[in-house]
């Protein structure tokens, strides 16, 4: 166990609907990282939160957009949803900016139907 | 751009068969390069971290090394329990930068 926890682990939208998909970091880590995982594909980096701010952001269109809160928990709001927004998202958590590590969570699968 | 390419894609084991997967990495400066294990439908767990060529870490049936375009993951007399997908991934120049994923080796390791 990592101590990231995300939420839900399972759900089905409708194409063009709006979802959020929420991540609680680990204890003492202040940097949170979004991952995309398609099957079969490594996880490509959507964005980064520091202290909540956006300090880094991937191949990503403006319809992915986050949030992070006090105290270091984050939301992934995707918007317009698309068939193939359909994978595996997944959250990471760091100590600092500086910090080597990243301890994922156990990742929400979205279907997009 | 950076990139890691990992070998095989795929690699089928008897157990106790020892075998080793392969990181090759394209980067611009590397602060350090990471090896997770995932299991089907679940999130990556860290194994180990290495930061220089020459460094080597070990835990438990594997063993990481790291040479200056490559990482070797060894695996010695694997067991079924070993079964998962193996990614590599790199981080450069300041901590923080994302990681950069592999696609990953599939290994299976037959009783």
């Known amino acids: 166990e990592t101590g990231v926890t995300q939420s839900p682990t399972h759900l089905i939208k409708t194409r063009g609907q709006q979802v959020t998909l929420r991540c609680s970091s680990q204890?003492?880590?202040?940097?949170v990282s979004w991952y995309q995982q398609a099957l079969g594909q490594g996880p490509q980096f959507i964005f980064q939160?520091?202290?909540?701010?956006?300090?880094g952001r991937g191949n990503f269109p403006p319809r992915f957009s986050g949030l992070q809160f006090p105290n270091y928990s984050s939301e992934l709001n995707v918007n317009a949803l698309e068939l193939d927004d359909s994978a595996l998202y997944l959250c990471?958590?760091?100590?600092?900016?500086?910090?080597?590590?990243?301890?994922f969570g156990q990742g929400t699968r979205l279907t997009v139907v | 751009e950076d990139q890691v390419t990992q070998s095989p894609e795929a690699l089928r084991l008897q157990e106790g068969e020892s075998s080793s997967l392969n990181c090759s990495y394209t980067?611009?400066?590397?602060?350090?390069l990471f090896w997770y294990r995932q299991d089907p439908g679940k999130g990556p767990e860290f194994l180990f971290t290495?930061?220089?060529a020459g460094e080597e870490k070990e835990k438990e049936r594997l063993k990481a090394t790291l040479t200056k375009k490559e990482s070797f993951l060894h695996i010695t007399a694997p067991k079924p329990e070993d079964s998962a997908t193996y990614l590599c991934?790199?981080?450069?120049?300041?901590?923080?930068?994302?990681?950069?994923f592999g696609k990953g080796t599939r290994l299976s390791v037959i009783a």
């Open positions: 290495l930061y220089s």
């Open positions: 991934a790199v981080q450069t120049h300041s901590g923080n930068t994302p990681l950069v």
């Open positions: 990471a958590s760091r100590a600092t900016t500086g910090g080597v590590e990243a301890f």
């Open positions: 980067v611009s400066g590397l602060r350090g």
């Open positions: 939160y520091y202290r909540e701010e956006e300090n």
């Open positions: 204890s003492g880590h202040n940097t």
